[in-house]
Structures are given as structure tokens and as C-alpha cells.
């Protein structure tokens, strides 16, 4: 290089304003950066605080961990819903193709995706739109999904199935299959209408509440609180640094004053009623029920209905499927819960009420009698007796219902309705027949009836329909007519009888223990009135019940033949048209003076035909599993009502 | 040599070196924690390497004498559009935009289009001091318009259009201290608006489009970016969220969480003012923008003093690529300015812009060696 400058001629130059010229743009490059520096001013110092925001949530996540639900126990301490590990997919909207950009690919992927895990396309498709929301979080589809198949193809295949996630999670399970599926219900994610209400404010998408049965009265105690870690995470969404964790507060276990055996002693036992029923001609039988029930105190020791269903079905969500096969018709309605929610007619089972409904009115006496010719005529009709030629001259109250005699019933319905006021209604009605029960399951019936002149106003369909007439009086008396009643009620209006006239509120949760077994609280348990009835009454109906079961003549004699403890019960064979009979039975034991009831028992075998033959051997079955006395009786028992 | 060593401008060797250094720290801190590299000083190893082999340039450089150069303005000018052309016929790039911008040479991987902007400043200023007598000929204008054109329009064709307007701002700064006649400067201006509409708006309406969609979407985008929230859009909010939640003394160096979980792309190219304003917040913001004042006051100050018009257009050229580079540069991060690909002086990764500044540098400092006040000190 040389350091010389050239000397050659060079044109003059035009030296005018070069320093204006120069100072131009000195002062425009001044003005720009004054301009970018007002911004920064802005962006840094006016605006600051708000981008520090952005960018925390940038960069942070919060991820829930869903605390392990409490377990679910019987009386004596076994186990009937508890957690297992299970795997769950979920969908990272942000990691998966963009609809928008390819949407070949994402539609390819949903369609992979739903074939793997057997979930419509539509479900997916809702599913990722509820997770777009919150792109970085890991949003579930599938819950409890196999791991050596599903879960093995998934990661096999992992580059098909981008922003696919596997996750562990608790599932529930059930030890005892399907035994109390209709108390226990079941768990399932929080629908986004559920998120809305106050109870539920304190979660968020995802968490899983009791949607049905105990699990879900008892929510608040089972669920426990979620736990959570605060993850730094790039922006790829991959977690960097775990920056705060808050462990999981495990759920209280729940104790239930359910008895696994006698709820299986009870499950078992409607299954055989329904075959007597079938063997006796009652080919349309397929569903019943059993509730068992302490009468010192409302609790329920066994609650059964069948048909039944495994309820893991609902681990991870029902598929629809499933559920369509569930609510066909020839599955009987496997989800209803008959035992709290079945209405059905009380039929004679009815009669032990009324008749405390008439001693207590000062109607009749213990000693009051009425022939019975087999037939019963008032204002024109005629009723018949079920035993063709009648119960002969001078049937007195435990004749009547020793024998379950309709005529002496239809007297005293004759009786009644002359009387001023509902005195048969006010009656039953004290027993909690026509209303609900108050039992700590949800979705508990409101449609049960006890007919009177107002319903009847209501609901006639003509002008003569609407008048409460002695027909409706008569067939009410013996628990026909517009009456409907539930299994759960005659329980707990049997109970008051057993028990000297205290309605309990029926009771599911006996206590909450931690983890270690402590009792975190224990339940109270509730009267919902005194009957405010001698118990001298309820005595002589007693009386009158034992003979029902222990007589010569008694309805049920047969199917308790040689059973070793004293039984107070009533049979009941109830007509609901055009259905065939719906067999009943009802039992208190042990019964009689000096004993005090420890157990009450009712049966209903839907159109299984006769309470004596169908309904009452399926009550002696329990009995014979809560004494723990030898299965014994005749098999084949003959029908006497 | 003594007389030499007091004839520089030690003031802008400062503040050059104290802009090689800031960046070469920022660089570190956008770069270090990268998972795509084999070592954390992986980009500042090949920046520091630029600047070793820019800064013996620079010494030599401004231990000769510019005006040479002169006399070798159309040989410089053919061998820029040479570079160019070769550019486009065998260079490499990156494959997502398909461009090409670099030539493999056994040691280093030159970007022409950042060399380009040297050679033609000293082309330019070369023709320009030769038409001095013709500054009252528009013609004379219209022929230097013309003359930058043909570069434009090949490294527009890589496509690299930031670099094309970047020779549109050497001609514009070089004419003004040239002496342009304010009439033809105010033709020159409306001629580049109408310019401007032609290629934007008319033409893509009559279905030619000069520039690619996704130029044209950059042009706009800044004016709304939630308007594209996954792509560039999203670079450039998470640039204004990376620089606002600087706030006024930074998150610490080394600390930026946008920067370091990634949230801000090309953290170490066109947005690495982002990390500067994330980590060092408002007060790095202003340091660095102080050091490029000095910078372009010193610049300028030789612009005014230089003994001749070649190194007085020479250093007017330079300041110019600066003045509009760190402006849409720093603008585009901020959110004021459309995103063009031009990268910032001294600071964004690249080897061959630092060579050619630090280069440019040493070309300021053999004007002012060579200037009246060079010669007086």
C-alpha cells in the first residue's frame, strides 16, 4: 500500500454548506435515534410491568397434579373402590400440526389417533379445540388406555403422532366387580357446566369430581386437593426447571354402612327370584330389588339393583357404545337404581300401614272385625278377595293381615273415606310414603304418590275422573290405585313399625377416616320424625306380621318354614297393568315382644308374579346371610297370595 | 509512526472496539446455551475470528491511502457485480428461503452482499467525485441511480432486498454531501415513493410480483404481528415482550428468559438488540445506541473534514449504511419498522459484515490520517 497521496489534477470542489450538509444528517440520524429511544422509553419504562407479565407467562406453566382420590370401604373394612395406576393420552395442541397451516396433516393425525384409541373423530376434534385454549398444556382424551397395545403402538409410532402425550394418572377400581354399583357411581372429568358452580370453584379443567352415587355426595371429603408444579418451560414447551411443588393432598376414605356380603347375599338373591319367577310361569321377570336397612338407626346395609353393570365401564370415560348398550331395552335399564327410584304400586304390602293409619284414627280397634265372603260391594262396584270364597266370618286385624284378607281392607277404605279429611293419606304419609327419603344418594325420585282428593283434582281426566270417589279410597287401602311407592320407602316406613315409630333418614356414609384410619368425622344419624303413634298399634301389627311368616295360614308361612328366628313380614303382590304382577316382600327381624329388630328387608321382583313364592324367598335369603344361619326352607314354595 | 498513531481517530477506534466487545458479549449470552452447537463460544469463536481478521484489515487499511482507489472505481465496480453474479450462480444458502448469499472460500464463507456495500461506496464515491462539475445535470443523477441500480437488483435477486435498500440509502446519503440540487433530491424522493407504490401495491395487483409473498408480508407485518401469531408475527411480539420486560435496568446478563428458552428467534442475528434490551434493559439500550452515536458523530466529523470529496463521499456512505441499518434494525425489534433482514453493525452474527465494517472503519481512519486535521494534530 502507499502511504503517498496522488498527485494528480483533480476538479475543484464544490466546498459550499459541506458542514450544513454533513450537520443534515447528523441530525437526522439524531432525530431517528430519538425516535427509537422514545419507543424504548416506552416499551421499558411506560409498558414495562406489563411485559414482564407476558413474559412470565411465557415462559411458566402450572401444572396440576390431581390428588389420589380416597377409598371407598364397607362396614367391616373391605375395600370396594380404590386407585390404580392407569395411563392416559393426552393431546399438546402446540406441538401437533396447525389445522390451519397443514391441515392435511393434523386431520391425518386425528384420524391415526381416533383409530388407535378406538375415539370418534368428533370427540378428538372437541377435545382439541378445548385444548387449544391453553396450547401448552397437556389436555386428556383417553383415560386408562392399555399399555402393552395401545400405548406400545403410540410409541413405536411416535413421529405420526407429534404433541400425542402418555401420562400416569389414578383410575378407580373395583375389588368387588359390580357389587353396589348403584350406591358407589362412579368419577368422571368436570364438564365445563359443573366448572361453573360454586362447589366446584376451586378447580380447573381435567379434575375429576363423583358423578353419581356416593362418590359424588361425598366429593368433598373423597377428592382430596390437587397438588401442583410450577415448570419453567421453553418455547417448545419442553419443561426446563421445576420451580415450586406442591405436593397433593390425598382424599379422606369414605366408610360405608353398606355390609359387602349381605349387599352381595342381596345381589345374589334377587338373581334367584327372577329365575323362581321364571320357573312359575313369569317369563316377563328380569328386574329388582333389595334394601336392607338397620332399623335402630337408618343405615342401609345393603342397596341392590338388577340388573347391574361393572362400573370401570366408566374409567375413563364411557364410550358411547357401551352406553348405547347399557339403554337398550333388552338390557332392563342396567344404570337405574331400582331400590331408591323403581315406583311401583305397595299392594298389600300397603296394609300394615293403612291399618296403623285406622287404629290410630280410633276407627277400628285391634278387635274389630269385618266378614269376609270373598267379595266387597260399595256404590255399585264390586271388589273381589285373592282367595276365591273369602276368609270366612269375623276376620279381626291380625287375621286380615296374617292372611293379607282384601276384604277386611276394602271396609276399612270404605271406612276411611267417610271420614272427614285425609285420615288414610295423613296416615301413610307419616311413614314418608310420598316423599323423598332424604338417603345421601343423588337423583333420589320425586315422583312417588300418595293419592288424595287434590291429586286427583289435578290430574282427572275428565270431569269425573277429577272426583276423589270410594273406589280410589278402597284400592288405596290395599295399595292399588294411583299409589306409587319405592323399595327405599317401604324400608324405611317398616323400620318406624319395627322400631317402635321412629322414621330414620336412611344413611349410606357411616364415617371419614385419613390414610391411617383415623376417623376424620363421623356421621350423625337422623330422624326425620316420630310416627306420634301408639306403640301398643305397632305392636299389634307386629303381631300380626309375624304370624305372616310363622302361621298356618300365613301368606309367607312356606317360604320361612323352619327358619330359627322370629320374622315379622308381609307379602305383597301388586297389580300394574298391563304388566304381569310385581312379587313384594317385606320382613323385620327379629320380631315379637322382648326382641329388638335388628334388620329390616324388602324385596321386589319386577312382574315376578307372587309376593309369597318370588318376593318373600329372596327376603329369607338375606335374613339368612345377616343371622348366618343355614340356608334351609323348601324349594318349592306354593303360592298363597 | 508516531505521526500516524496521533492522526487516528481514537475516539471512533474506541467506541468500534467497545461495539466489537458489547457484541461479542451479547453474542455469547444469546448463544451459549443453543443445544444445535458443539461449544457455548461455538458462534463467538467464528465472530472473534472475523473480528482478528477485520481488525488487521483495518490497521492496514488505514495505513494506506484511500484515494488509490480512485482511480480503480470501475474495476472495483466490475468486480462487485462479478461477486454478485457469482454469487447467484454458485453460492450457497440457507434452504429455507432458497437463497443464496454466500461463497465457500477454503477459509471463510464471504456474504458478497455485505462486501458489496463497501466496494460500492468506494466505486460509487469514486464516479461521483469525478462528476463533481455535474451537479447541475440531472442526467448525471438519473446515470448514479442507474449505476446502483444493477447491484440492487442482483442481490434483490438472491433475494436479499434489506441489502438493496441499503445501497438505496449509500446513494441518497452520498448525493446529499455530494451537493445533489434540492429539486433533483425532491424528484429522487418522489420518484422512490412512486417507486415504492409500483412495486407494493400495483403491480402485485396487476399480477407482477417483483417481490415474494413473504416479503411483502414482512413489509407489513410489524403493523400488526398478532395478526400471524405462529410465525413472524410471533418473532416479532416476542421481541417487543423480550425488550419491554427489560424494563429499565434488565433482567441481568445471562438471565433474559426470552432469550434463553427461546422464545425470541434469530436471537443472535437480526433480533440480538432484543437481547440487549431483555438483559441490560433500558440503560444497555441507550449505552449501545450512544456508541453508534459516536460512531456516526465521528464518522460525519470526517465526512466534514476529509481534505477531499472522494473520502468525504466515502465517509458519508458509510455513516449512511449505519444511520439506516441500526435504525430498521433496532426499529424492526421494537415494532416501527418492517422486517427487512438487515442486520445490526458490529453486533449481529456474521463474520463478513464485521470484516467490512471493521474494514469501512479502517478506510475512515486513512481519511482522517490523511485529512487537515490529521495533518495538524
New interface residues.
Partial sequence: ??????RRK?????E????I??G???I???A??G???L???F???L??????A??AD??LREVRVEAPRGVIYDRNGKILVENRAGLTVGILPMAMW?PK?NPQEFAAEISRLAEVLEVPEGDLLAAYDRAKKDPYVTYPVKEDVPEDTVVAYLKEHGEEFPGVQVEKAFVRRYPLKSLATHVLGYVGEISQSELDREEFATLKIGAHIGKDGVERTYDSYLRGTDGWKTV?????GRP?RFLEDVAPAPGANLVLTIDSELQAAAEHAIVEGIQRAHEQGYVNAAGGAVVALDPRNGEVRALASYPDYDPSLWVGGMSKKKFSELNAEQAHQPLFNRALNGLYPAGSTFKPFVAAAALNAGLITPESTFDCSGKFSVAGQTWKDWLQGGHGPGVDLIEAIKESCDVYFYNLGNLLYQQQGPVLQDGVRRFGFGQTTGIDLPGETDKTRVPDKYWKREHGNTAEDKLWKPGDEINLAIGQGDLLVTPMQIAVALAAIANGGTVWVPRLGLRITDASGNVVHQFEHEQRAELGINPRILEVIGEGMILVTSATGGTARAAFEGFPIPVAGKTGTAEKKPDDDYALFMAYAPAGADQVPEIVVVAVIEQGGHGSSVAAPVVRRVLEAYFHTESGGTEIIPVTE | MGQYLRSLDWVLLGATLALVTYGLLMLYSATHEDTNISSPFYYVRSQAVGFVLGFVLLVIISLSNYRVLRRFRTYIYGANLAALILTLVIGSGSQEVGANRWIELPFFSLQTSELAKLLLILSLGGVLSEGAELRHRFRFVVFTVLYILIPSVLVFLQPDLGTALVFGAILVTMLVVWGIRLPHLGILGGGALVGAVLVLRVLPALGLRLLKDYQLKRLTLFLNPESDPTGLGYQLTQSKIAIGSGMFTGKGYLHGTQTHLNFLPAHHTDFIFAVVGEELGFLGAMLLLGLYSVVIWRTLRIARLSSDLYGRLIAAGVAGVMIFQVFVNVGMTIGIMPVTGIPLPFMSFGSSALVVFLMAIGFLQSIHVHSVAGQER
Avoid: C, H, T
Fill in positions: 500500500m502507499i502511504l503517498e497521496p496522488a483533480r476538479p475543484p470542489e464544490d459550499s454548506f459541506v458542514g450538509r454533513v443534515v444528517l447528523l437526522v440520524a439524531f431517528l435515534f425516535v427509537v429511544a419507543r424504548l422509553w416499551l421499558q419504562i409498558s414495562g410491568d406489563a411485559y414482564v407476558v413474559a411465557n415462559r396447525n397451516k419453567e418451560v421453553d418455547a417448545a426446563k
